[in-house]
């Protein structure tokens, strides 16, 4: 069978790169990380996307009964649709029409289960779902699109979503009563208002929100977050915890009163909803997925989102913000949880007014909740913690101690029961020195990393992120080359952020590379003699983006945050963590304008690291920051050795290198 795919490099424009390389120069020093080494590793080690197949069947979406344009609700065509694959598992392409369906899932209520989608696919291989210009409006604002479970060889391509009633609102402030913790709010015409039964917190159970309400401040002049006002901790969103009124006024009581600060009449709350696991797409357990051409304007939680999903594409997909609305998305924009074998390929999307991170690609996260018996446990415990559901028969599972990242044992997956988070090992394990997640997070705790996952490369190339609240690309726990290149980063809260995720604990978060942090001094230089060399995330290639503006909250500016960001968090995340968990990094011609964080490039706890090629232009100092801070520097190093700084231009006022605690084999060349 045949394989239709991108090209993931030409050999021109490699030519192109040898030779501005080699006239102007731009080479590492030897020992140190090398842009045509890491390139040819990443693209080598995992196949370019898949955009097409053959098939043995053609039907239409019409076929089932939906007419376009017609204003009748195409729910139950969805679903015979649905029906049909299923009773024909072959090789399909499924047509949609050019034209605008609706659909109103189980009546525009709540539906019953916490992650329902229109249509839910399960245990297909090699589909085609093709969108020739059609238009979905979903008529209820507690469902998700699609939704694919188990499947292999998946293409959706070509459609376009809104929802009808919008599944987020916001508010005009009126008023603002420092004093009493209030502030009044006129909801506009066409947005939900607060007593819609999906608007508060306290209606889900489990939720993300616990029973508390958020919103975020807004300029409505700008469309994006107000500077220097709100709660500093949450990129300036206000807690509330209870609204009177009736539509469209409303006087919200706030959390705390430093929450109003800076707070004004005229400006802006874009009111979250409880976090539901639904999306525009939402693959889980999945392998080859490929997303063409999907341009959705809101989602009721994530955009493009994935779990367990190995070779995951995403390309030329949008998240687009409408006139008169403030977000696009109520959590990630595409998180690729616990991603597999092989990691995602994003290229050319545009995610615009994304709150939370707009990709968040991690690997395999585990940890011991329950022992059963001798060769039974249950997965769990942490916050986002892997699903059992997520290994695989035969996989090696790595044993180790939270705190001194100690290896406990290896036992192979014999089995796995997905209802109860249980896992059977073919081996026995050493139940007295296991220890499951007792009463929280800390603690000499059992964590569990699958050395047969979370191997393979990612690809984030070409893409925009605009005025998105979060870190547009973070990326937790263990992965294995990674080229970011080519991205536009415009006004976002943060840009590139590896780090460990804390509820890993003490530890880097990859076991492999056997690094022990014994104590809170140990340092990059003290390592555990014949320990293995592979590192918590490695091969890295960060070049040509483009940074431009930013929003700095007091937290991000206080815990030093940058545009590009690498460092570990110590147990229930405090900083800094000492130790090595990065590595084989080039940072090249990145171009940061406009910055208002501490730092441009932070970087802590590596080994091998190239920064050549960057201009750097800092932003004028947040408003809460002294603007004569000594230590503002367009590139900080801590906690790390062999770094290579090299030609790089700057506009900083301050230093352009920055040397943290803790660093060795520091070398700087070129512009100072």
Request: glycine content about 10%.
């Amino acid at each position: 069978m045949s394989r239709s795919t991108m090209k993931p490099a030409s050999s021109c424009r490699c030519l192109a790169l040898f030779l501005v390389l080699t006239l102007q120069g731009f080479s590492a020093p030897p020992g140190f990380p090398q842009e045509a080494e890491l390139e040819r590793f990443i693209l080598s080690n995992r196949p370019a996307p898949v955009t097409g197949f053959p098939t043995q069947r053609t039907v239409r979406f019409s076929d089932y009964g939906a007419i376009p344009d017609d204003g009748i609700d195409d729910q139950g065509a969805l679903d015979r649709l649905a029906a049909d694959l299923k009773a024909h598992p072959v090789p399909t392409e499924v047509l949609f029409a050019k034209g605008l369906y609706h659909l109103r899932p189980w009546g525009g209520k709540t539906p019953p289960q916490i992650d329902y989608h229109c249509l839910l696919l399960e245990g297909l291989d090699h589909l085609i779902l093709r969108g020739e210009g059609a238009s979905f409006i979903i008529q209820n604002p507690q469902a998700g699109f699609i939704r694919l479970f188990k499947c292999q060889h998946v293409v959706l391509t070509g459609f376009t979503v809104d929802y009808d009633p919008l599944p987020m609102s916001h508010g005009v402030i009126r008023a603002v009563d420092a004093g009493e913790r209030s502030v009044s709010v006129e909801i506009p015409p066409g947005f939900p208002a607060l007593d819609a039964y999906y608007m508060v917190g306290s209606h889900l159970p489990g939720s993300h929100y616990q029973g508390r309400n958020m919103a975020m401040v807004m300029d409505p002049a700008t469309v994006r977050l107000k500077p220097d006002c709100g709660n500093a901790d949450n990129m300036g969103g206000v807690w509330w915890t209870s609204a009177r009124g009736q539509a469209p006024h409303f006087t919200l009581t706030v959390e705390r009163r430093e929450d109003l600060r800076g707070v004004a009449v005229g400006d802006v709350l874009a009111f979250l909803t409880p976090r539901r696991p639904i999306g525009i797409v939402r693959p889980v357990q999945c392998e080859v997925v490929t997303l063409i051409g999907i341009t959705a304007f809101i989602t009721p939680n994530t955009g493009y989102s994935g779990v367990g999903v190995s070779e995951y594409n995403v390309l030329r997909c949008r998240l687009l913000l409408k006139k008169g609305r403030f977000l696009t998305s109520n959590a990630d924009a595409l998180t690729c949880f616990a991603y597999g074998r092989v990691g995602p390929w994003i290229e050319g999307c545009v995610f615009e007014n994304t709150l939370d991170d707009v990709m968040q690609p991690e690997g395999f996260k585990g940890a011991l909740e329950a022992l059963i018996d001798e060769r039974r446990f249950r997965m769990g415990g942490l916050r986002a913690s892997t699903p059992a559901e997520c290994l695989r028969p035969g996989d090696r599972l790595l044993f180790f101690n939270a705190k001194d990242a100690a290896t406990l044992c290896v036992a192979r997956v014999a089995g796995v029961d997905a209802s109860n988070q249980t896992v059977t090992t073919h081996e026995p394990l050493p139940m007295a020195r296991l220890h499951p997640v007792q009463g929280g997070e800390d603690g000499d705790l059992t964590l569990i990393y699958n050395l047969d996952a979370s191997t393979a490369s990612m690809v984030i190339r070409s893409n925009l992120f605009s005025n998105c609240i979060g870190n547009a690309l973070v990326c937790h726990v263990p992965k294995r080359g990674v080229l970011v290149e080519g991205n536009r980063f415009l006004n976002g809260v943060a840009g590139i952020h590896f780090a460990n995720h804390a509820s890993w604990t003490y530890y880097p978060g990859y076991p492999a590379a056997r690094y022990k942090l014994l104590a809170a001094g140990a340092g990059p230089g003290e390592l555990d003699p014949g320990m293995g060399v592979p590192r918590f995330t490695e091969r890295i290639l960060l070049r040509d983006n483009v940074f431009i503006g930013g929003y700095a909250s007091e937290k991000t500016y206080r815990e030093k945050h940058g545009a590009i960001n690498f460092f570990l968090y110590g147990g229930a995340w405090r900083l800094p963590a000492y130790g090595i968990g990065y590595g084989d990094i080039a940072i090249l011609r990145n171009r940061f304008e406009g910055i208002p964080a501490k730092y441009a490039v932070r970087i802590h706890n590596a080994e091998g690291v190239t920064v050549e090629g960057n201009f750097i232009a800092m932003g004028p100092s947040p408003a809460f920051v002294d603007p004569r801070d000594p230590d503002r520097a367009g590139i900080q190093v801590g906690y790390s050795r062999r770094v290579w700084v090299g030609r790089n231009r700057s506009q900083v006022k301050g230093p352009l290198l920055a040397k943290g605690e803790r660093v060795a084999d520091l070398v700087v060349e070129g512009a100072p």
